[in-house]
């Protein structure tokens, strides 16, 4: 079992910065892929980015590539996303994921690959 807890969620002005962390705790040696999700109102839960665990190397989706940047603490078992450039687009409540089962790269932007998830945190970005 993997539990997952985010933080740093908040109201921020569109252009604006803000840093969310995601602590894992329980069998960490068992995780693969670290993700962030968010859905916003009304839509489905969307791929943010993803992030290896024992390599680090980082997948982003089109629209947040080069604002977005994921970040890991292994030490900390946290993963970060630091989110650049806020625009009001960007507003969902945004999660975090755990994948232990070796998914393959091309399975990472499927929300269901993943076995655990945090409660969430809500970002909203005021035009």
């Known amino acids: 079992q993997v539990q997952l807890a985010e933080s740093g969620g908040g109201l921020v002005q569109a252009g604006g910065s803000l840093r969310l962390s995601c602590g894992a705790s329980g069998r960490i040696s068992s995780i693969n892929v670290m993700s962030w999700f968010r859905q916003a109102p009304g839509k489905e839960r969307e791929f943010v980015g993803a992030?290896?665990?024992?390599?680090?190397?980082?997948y982003y989706a089109a629209s947040v590539k080069g604002r977005f940047t994921i970040s890991k603490d292994n030490s900390n078992s946290a993963v970060y996303l630091q989110m650049n450039g806020l625009k009001s687009d960007d507003t969902a409540v945004y999660y975090c994921a755990a994948d232990t089962s070796g998914a393959l790269v091309a399975a990472l932007v499927n929300s269901r690959t993943y076995e655990y998830w945090g409660q969430g945190t809500q970002v909203t970005v005021s035009s």
């Open positions: 992030i290896t665990w024992n390599s680090g190397r980082t």
